[in-house]
């Protein structure tokens, strides 16, 4: 038996990727109320995240709710996302197990992904409450993309907290959800808000007690963000000289993606030693190989070098992290910022001079 598969493709463009300075996982945005739907461990400890869109658009988005006792988070994109299809919330109370389900995400952080299963268990109990259980992958990453059913329905959040489970998935069944979306009613600003585990009641700003019914709040992992690295403090400000929001970049701890014009460009720590910044330009020509290599290994464009991996050009720049501190520290953030605009002007120039093409990276 196959799923649908026209009803599960209709629904893709609603499937975001959400990155932090922690991470990256998945969500869902539902039109009706216009919010992303995700895990609350996968924006946990930020207010401010960013959202991708299929298309690769970026996007910060606030924090509006938490509920880590279901594990829920609610975020509010900084624009309205009217072109995406709407995605409809189907009881999991309809499932029976041996149904068939799919899980839509980016796994590792990777591109965008469906894995399909059986339903192995509609009430799997683990941790005190009730899961979905499945056999399709669920990895890190795939966490607080939807769960669907044959018709594309949500039935589900997908987890993956549970590091332990061996082959088997997980996921929130969709009445959490339905309960959580009734709860975030209250919500009416759009503020950051915490449901406070015991009376369900939301608290809108840092409190030692719930004023509803007296419980003890973590204050310190709700409400505080952690405060950026020394590295942040030295990349951050080279993106802001793009016009590029920071929040927007992160992706995981001291590592930033971004697209430069149409380049992707990431930012991270290789070897412990360096911070590299690298660029996937494009994918080398099936002809006329020999003038494009003789470019690139012209070092056409130093300080930044060329390399060839996986049929792939890339771009690089590093620098030994004991730099960051000496007297050439706004240089090189001058240069991480030159970088990027190279990296935007001469994926453009391969295709035209040398017949290269896009890689799956590219914006346009």
């Known amino acids: ?58 996007m910060t988005a606030k924090v509006v709710f938490l509920n880590p006792i279901v594990d829920l988070a609610f975020l509010k994109p900084a624009k309205p996302l009217d072109s995406l299809p709407e995605m409809f919330l189907q009881p999991a109370g309809t499932l029976k197990n041996m149904d068939r389900v799919a899980v839509l995400g980016f796994p590792f952080g990777m591109p965008f992904t469906i894995t399909d299963g059986i339903v192995s268990s509609t009430k799997q109990l683990m941790d005190g409450r009730q899961y979905i259980q499945t056999d399709a992958a669920v990895n890190p990453g795939n966490s607080g993309g939807p769960l669907v059913n044959l018709r594309g329905e949500v039935v589900g959040v997908t987890t993956a907290k549970f590091t332990n489970a061996d082959n088997v998935g997980f996921a929130i069944p969709v009445e959490d959800l339905m309960s959580d979306l009734e709860s975030f009613t209250e919500n009416v600003e759009m ?66 993606e971004f697209h430069q014009g ?69 240089d090189i953030q001058n240069k991480i910022t030159r970088f990027a605009e190279k990296a935007n002007e001469l994926d453009n120039y391969l295709i035209d001079n040398y017949g290269c093409e896009k890689t799956e990276y590219s914006k346009f």
């Not at 893709?12 to 998945?26: E, L, R």
């Not at 204050?219 to 920071?246: C, M, N, R, Y």
């Not at 149409?262 to 910044?277: A, D, E």
């Open 191 to 256: 503020e950051f808000s915490v449901k406070c585990p015991s009376c369900g009641g939301l608290l809108f700003e840092k409190v030692e007690y719930c004023p509803n019914c007296g419980n003890t709040i973590d204050q310190d992992t709700l409400f505080d963000e952690p405060k950026l690295s020394p590295l942040a403090h030295f990349v951050e400000p080279a993106l802001a000289g793009l016009g590029i929001d920071p929040v927007i970049a992160r992706n995981g701890y001291d590592y930033w």
């Open 1 to 58: 038996m196959e799923y649908n598969t026209s009803s599960v493709q209709d629904i893709i463009p609603s499937v975001v990727k959400i990155g932090t300075a922690s991470g990256s996982g998945s969500g869902f945005y539902l039109k009706k109320h216009g919010i992303v739907i995700t895990n609350n461990h996968v924006v946990s400890g930020h207010k401010m995240v960013s959202i991708e869109t299929q298309d690769k658009e970026k």
């Open 262 to 330: 149409s380049s992707m460009v990431r930012v991270f720590i290789y070897n412990k030693n360096y911070l590299y910044t690298t660029s996937p330009l494009v994918k080398l020509p099936k002809s006329n190989l020999e003038a494009v290599y003789r470019y690139i290994l012209s070092n056409p464009h130093p300080p930044f070098s060329f390399g060839i991996y996986q049929n792939m050009i890339y771009m690089s720049y590093r620098v030994h992290l004991g730099d960051l501190e000496s007297s050439f520290r706004g």
